[in-house]
Nanobody, 121 residues
Framework: QVQLVESGGGLVQTGGSLRLSCAASGRTVSSYAMAWFRQGLGKERELVAA???????FYADSMEGRFAISRDNAKNLVYLQVNSLLSEDTAVYFC???????????????WGQGTQVTVSS
């Protein structure tokens, strides 16, 4: 089992920045791929970014540029830096873990509870 706890969400103005954190515990999470997904109100959950166990990064087409995923295996932490926030970035952001990277949420085995990000103008 892998437990994931997200933090760092909140209310931020348009154009601002946030860094989300995901604390992982349980199995050897350093060998897992990790990802950030988000789900806006009334929308489907979508991939933001993923990072393999070796550090290779993957971004959804619309996310590259303003989002940056990173991991610290020594601390079992995964981060998502979000810059130049837009109102459409308002969503619950979820951390996920799985043995392999996938662009599809159904392929990810473990999920956190999510952290709310609200962008106001």
């Amino acid at each position: 089992q892998v437990q994931l706890v997200e933090s760092g969400g909140g209310l931020v103005q348009t154009g601002g920045s946030l860094r989300l954190s995901c604390a992982a515990s349980g199995r050897t999470v350093s060998s897992y791929a990790m990802a950030w997904f988000r789900q806006g109100l009334g929308k489907e959950r979508e991939l933001v970014a993923a990072i393999g166990w070796s550090g290779s990064t993957f971004y959804a087409d619309s996310m590259e540029g303003r989002f940056a995923i990173s991991r610290d295996n020594a601390k079992n932490l995964v981060y998502l830096q979000v810059n130049s926030l837009l109102s459409e970035d308002t969503a619950v952001y979820f951390c996920a873990a799985s043995p392999r990277v996938s662009y599809h949420d159904v392929d990810w085995e473990y999920w956190g509870q999510g952290t709310q990000v609200t962008v106001s103008s």
